[in-house]
């Protein structure tokens, strides 16, 4: 049977398909498990979403990706959402299931992924920097899996009241807020660290978190969600304070990884996507 894939994408995410790097690592991964599969890269105009998202549902899709700035707007269209992504507010993959169409924020459950494969996220206290997109679903992902504190620290006060009042409503997590307008010492309580903010992405590669680096003690997981470049300055202090560290490719990776699964069952090998991932980055 033939799967069908359409990735909704915004204006600002206009490149050629064959550069695409989303579009490059699915083909790659079915190509090697010789799935009959296709992943497009569709540009689609927020006037059009409706249309879209129909559309796709009429060719028989098995389901899409969404990007900024449809990962809000998408919901309207959709029949139901599933649990995390219902509390995050936010569908980053769409599955059409029997006519039905099902959101999920695929994410945070890649970020978790990653973060099993050194820690278990159970029972666990997480220091989070950002509470935009990618603190909201690692948080509230987090916090399902069982984490049991999450520190927001965040520049906009507002933001991240909002995510922390969020957490310690529909999670059994326990969330507190810090005001991030001064150098941060990670508490030593901490057991995992993680950047969620686009602190280090390509080209501010030499860009650093306002905190102290000799807090981030070796007993500490840290974890950066920038894919691009993979070993940022951040991971770069941790790893030489004997940190464990994980990057944000393999957040990336995963992120696809389970939305693969969701939508053909089949569970892909991620060395295949991180190798071309890698060669991409390069
Ligand atoms: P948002 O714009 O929604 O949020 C950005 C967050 O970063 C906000 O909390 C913002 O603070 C904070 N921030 C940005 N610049 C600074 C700064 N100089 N100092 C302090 N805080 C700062 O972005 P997303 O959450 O969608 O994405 C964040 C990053 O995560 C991006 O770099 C993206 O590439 C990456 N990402 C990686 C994924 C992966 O699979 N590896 C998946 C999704 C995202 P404030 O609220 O104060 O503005």
């Known amino acids: ?48 979403l409706g249309d879209a998202v129909r559309g796709a549902l009429a060719m028989g899709f098995a389901g899409f990706n969404c990007s900024l700035p449809h990962k809000v707007a ?14 995050i507010g936010a569908v980053n993959c769409v599955v059409i299931t029997d006519g039905r169409l099902i959101g999920e924020n695929t994410d945070g459950k890649g970020f978790v992924e990653s973060l099993r ?20 679903a690692i948080a509230i992902e987090s916090a399902l899996a069982g984490a049991a504190s999450i520190t927001i620290v965040n520049t906009t006060e507002s933001r991240g009241r909002e995510l922390v009042a969020l957490i310690n409503e529909h999670t059994p997590a326990a969330a507190d807020f810090v005001l991030w307008d001064h150098r941060y010492a990670v508490p030593a309580t901490t057991n995992i660290v993680i950047n969620a903010t686009s602190i280090g992405l390509f080209p501010d590669i030499e860009a650093r978190l306002n905190i102290e680096p000799a807090t981030l003690l070796s007993s500490m997981v840290v974890a950066d969600v920038i894919p691009n470049p993979p070993r940022t300055l951040l991971l770069q202090d941790a790893a030489a304070n004997g940190c464990t560290t994980l990057d944000g490719m393999g957040m990336l990776v995963n992120q696809g990884r389970v939305a693969i699964k969701l939508w053909t069952g089949v569970d892909v090998d991620g060395r295949i996507m991180r190798q071309t991932l890698e060669s991409l980055f390069a």
Not at 74 to 87: G, M
Not at 117 to 136: K, S, W, Y
Request: with cysteine; net charge negative.
């Open 74 to 87: 998408v919901v309207e269209y959709l029949d139901e959402l599933a649990p995390s992504a219902a509390i």
């Open 1 to 48: 049977m033939a799967h069908n894939f359409m990735s909704t994408l915004t204006a600002s995410f206009a490149m050629p398909a064959a550069e695409n790097p989303t579009v490059a690592v699915m083909d790659a991964v079915f190509a090697h498990h010789g799935m009959n599969a296709r992943y497009l890269n569709c540009e689609i105009q927020p006037r059009s």
């Open 117 to 136: 494969t050194v820690a278990d996220p159970g029972g666990q206290r997480l220091t989070i920097f950002g509470a935009g997109g990618a603190a909201r």
